[in-house]
């Protein structure tokens, strides 16, 4: 049989732990690199509230007293949605039966409501009032066809 050196003993035990990862730290290089990228998100949109008129106008007469318009609002969105104010409009008169009645015989004072308020997501939030309607009297005209009238308001919200 053959007898190894000491010497060739040694030598063959450290190149083994070498070659097994035993006979010290291993090395380890990397290099860093810079770089650039890009990405991007979007917003959502909100839909549409609605004014609510929650004041009850009624028997408005030629020269009577005017009557103020308030009230609310239905936010659908689920976050809250601003609004700097409210404009009401006479949108139509509606007449009973063949009688003839329209806008000039009435008068909106204050039609545009300041608001400036964010208005909570549901129904009935927030709150608008100031604008007023009065039934004009036309001293030298028969208003008798105004008679239970209904005055058609429109509101805008900005």
């Given at each position: 049989?053959?007898?190894?050196?000491?010497?060739?003993?040694?030598?063959?035990?450290?190149?083994?732990?070498?070659?097994?990862?035993?006979?010290?730290?291993?090395?380890?290089?990397?290099?860093?690199?810079?770089?650039?990228?890009?990405?991007?998100?979007?917003?959502?949109?909100?839909?549409?509230?609605?004014?609510?008129?929650?004041?009850?106008?009624?028997?408005?007469?030629?020269?009577?007293?005017?009557?103020?318009?308030?009230?609310?609002?239905?936010?659908?969105?689920?976050?809250?949605?601003?609004?700097?104010?409210?404009?009401?409009?006479?949108?139509?008169?509606?007449?009973?039966?063949?009688n003839v009645c329209d806008a000039t015989n009435y008068t909106l004072a204050n039609a545009t409501m300041a608001v400036g308020a964010e208005i909570a997501p549901g129904?009935?939030?927030?709150?608008?009032?100031?604008?007023?309607?009065?039934?004009?009297?036309?001293?030298?005209?028969?208003?008798?066809?105004?008679?239970?009238?209904?005055?058609?308001?429109?509101?805008?919200?900005?």
């Amino acid at each position: 049989m053959r007898k190894f050196s000491k010497r060739k003993v040694a030598a063959t035990i450290a190149i083994t732990a070498i070659l097994i990862g035993g006979g010290g730290a291993a090395a380890i290089a990397y290099w860093d690199a810079g770089g650039t990228g890009t990405g991007s998100a979007t917003t959502g949109t909100n839909a549409a509230i609605t004014a609510i008129q929650t004041s009850t106008i009624t028997n408005l007469v030629p020269g009577g007293a005017a009557q103020t318009l308030s009230g609310n609002f239905n936010n659908g969105n689920t976050t809250p949605t601003w609004v700097t104010s409210v404009t009401v409009s006479i949108a139509s008169v509606t007449p009973v039966g063949a009688n003839v009645c329209d806008a000039t015989n009435y008068t909106l004072a204050n039609a545009t409501m300041a608001v400036g308020a964010e208005i909570a997501p549901g129904s009935a939030k927030g709150a608008w009032t100031g604008a007023t309607i009065v039934f004009n009297d036309k001293a030298s005209t028969n208003q008798d066809g105004c008679k239970g009238a209904t005055v058609n308001l429109a509101y805008v919200i900005s």
